[in-house]
Nanobody, 121 residues
Framework: QVHLVESGGGLVQPGGSLRLSCAASGSIFSIYAMGWYRQAPGKQRELVATITNGQSTNYADSVKGRFTISRDNARNTVYLQMNSLKPEDTAVYYC???????????????WGQGTQVTVSS
């Protein structure tokens, strides 16, 4: 019912930048929270950043000052601008969207397929 398409991952050198995008489509009535999570090999998935429909943001301490999350409500799209990337940022990045469906106004929570970010020289 809700489909997420991520893009923007890739290989970048330390200190470089990448911008991730995640577009949500389907029978969506409203979206109240969007976010990015990441999972490195051998580690648990962790929160990177979230943003509410009121534009309130929350960041993991490890990315504060380097990453910026934003959203385009008209396009149901969330972005993650990543600057000053470090090797420890290497992971698969997943977007997460929570909201309500058109049918029955029931809540939903969906994950993207993941996009690989590799920071290496």
């Amino acid at each position: 019912q809700v489909h997420l398409v991520e893009s923007g991952g890739g290989l970048v050198q330390p200190g470089g930048s990448l911008r991730l995008s995640c577009a949500a489509s389907g029978s969506i009535f409203s979206i109240y929270a969007m976010g990015w999570y990441r999972q490195a090999p051998g580690k648990q998935r962790e929160l990177v950043a979230t943003i509410t429909n009121g534009q309130s943001t929350n960041y993991a301490d490890s990315v504060k000052g380097r990453f910026t999350i934003s959203r385009d409500n008209a396009r149901n799209t969330v972005y993650l601008q990543m600057n000053s990337l470090k090797p420890e940022d290497t992971a698969v990045y997943y977007c997460n969207v929570r909201g309500t469906l058109e049918r029955g106004r029931s809540d939903f929570g969906s994950w993207g397929q993941g996009t690989q970010v590799t920071v290496s020289s």
